[in-house]
């Protein structure tokens, strides 16, 4: 059963970057049937796609964030990794990375992630 | 940029059936999935594709994409069914989702 597991840094200060990590176990990150995506939701609020890889490094992201998000995979280690910069407390938010599966150019996420609270203060 | 519109909140008697839409610009066009989140939890898909279940989805849940707005059907709503519900949607290589409906059961 594929499992997904976020860390890093509960607090992070503004301008300063945040950087998360998904690990994925019970499945190889290497799938060629697969994407690897970022979601977030700040407190009380509804979900926010931030960007997606696949794993040959393939990236693409939501314009509103794009100039500040960067999204890697290591696939040796079977994870993928999220840097956020400049950021504010606007970005204080539950992350969640999870799987998106694609079938004839539709995808949907699936598995979750338990998700990870980052705050953002100094 | 797309635009989803779901209600706030639905309310459900126990044993009756809920409704939960999601509007939107031609979504019948599009690829719609529905994703459930109970509190302090992660969401879980419930439906993809318009009207597809995920293994282990009761046949309970169903959907329907058609003309501005796609619907979540449950039937024989549960007391464990209350959650907030996304629609998601596909729009410009963007992914973008519903506000997110409350469903409570009576």
């Known amino acids: 059963q594929l499992q997904l597991q976020e860390s890093g840094p509960g607090l992070v200060k503004p301008s300063e970057t945040l950087s998360l990590t998904c690990t994925v176990s019970g499945g190889s990150i290497s799938s060629s049937s697969y994407y690897w995506g970022w979601i977030r939701q700040p407190p009380g609020k509804g979900l926010e796609w931030i960007g997606s890889?696949?794993?040959?490094?393939?990236?693409y992201y939501n314009p509103s964030l794009k100039s500040r998000v960067t999204i890697s995979v290591d696939t040796s280690k079977n994870q993928f990794s999220l840097k956020l910069s400049s950021v504010t407390a606007a970005d204080t938010a539950v992350y969640y990375c999870?799987?998106?599966?694609?079938?004839?150019?539709?995808?949907?996420?699936?598995?979750w992630g338990q998700g990870t609270l980052v705050t953002v203060s100094s | 940029s797309y635009e989803l519109t779901q209600p706030l909140s639905v309310s459900v008697a126990l044993g009756q059936t809920a409704r939960i839409t999601c509007g939107g610009n031609?979504?019948?066009?599009?690829?719609v999935h529905w994703y459930q989140q109970k509190p302090g939890q992660a969401p879980v898909l419930v439906i993809y594709r318009d009207s597809n279940r995920p293994s282990g989805i009761p046949e309970r849940f169903s959907g329907s994409n058609s003309g501005n707005t796609a619907t979540l059907t449950i039937s024989r709503a549960q007391a464990g069914d209350e959650a907030d519900y996304y629609c998601q949607v596909w729009d410009s290589s963007t992914a973008v989702f519903g506000g997110g409906t409350k469903l409570t059961v009576l």
């Open positions: 031609n979504i019948g066009s599009k690829n």
């Open positions: 890889i696949y794993y040959s490094g393939s990236t």
């Open positions: 999870a799987r998106e599966s694609y079938d004839n150019r539709v995808n949907w996420f699936d598995p």
